[in-house]
């Protein structure tokens, strides 16, 4: 898991610890130095704590006028015995929200499994963006069948029309505007 990087080739556009709004503002990244880990094992440096043992992020892009959010995860998605989603939520979702943040974007091609509890958190996050959106791209099939027996598919979309294999050709605000797009003719708008 050590050579898992978050995905860089955004970082001339956004960075978070240059962001003066973000929860990681003003950290200091090294290329070398490798203090996380989950279950043992050492994970790339660049990877943010959110305040779970199991579930690293990188905010890749945050964009205030077009209010949305890109979000890569990486680990073990576990609201079973660590309350992954709460701590997303309390930690970094809250304060995006309070920015004005109602479009997001999670990337969840290195999420290798879920465990379940109650939607509890993911309801409150999908009742207070009421224009907005949540999107899960690159999830695997596994963790999106266990996202749907816990009823978590009624708040993150993840339907035919997201499976975008290639989101890394686009740059982030182009992104964005993809998948605003397709969210919007989905839903009729």
Known sequence: MHDVEPYYRWRDIYQAENDENSPFYGKEYSEFEFVDSIYGYCI???????GSETL?????????DSKSAIIE??????????????????????????????????IGENVYNF?????EYYSEWFDEIEDGF????GFSKV???EWKNYNI??????????????WRIYNPIKLVKHISEIFHKRIGQ
């Open 134 to 137: 949540i999107v899960g791209l």
């Open 153 to 166: 598919d009624s708040y993150i979309d993840f339907g035919n029309s997201f499976e975008i294999n290639d």
């Open 143 to 145: 963790v999106i069948d």
């Open 56 to 64: 690293y992020i990188k905010i890749l892009f945050v964009d205030y």
């Open 73 to 106: 995860f990486l680990g073990e998605w576990n609201d079973t015995l660590h309350n992954d989603v709460m701590h997303l939520k309390r930690n970094i979702i809250d304060e995006l929200i309070y920015l004005g943040i109602d479009k997001f974007i999670l």
């Open 115 to 119: 465990h379940g509890s109650d939607d």
């Open 44 to 50: 790339h440096p660049q990877w943010d704590y959110i």
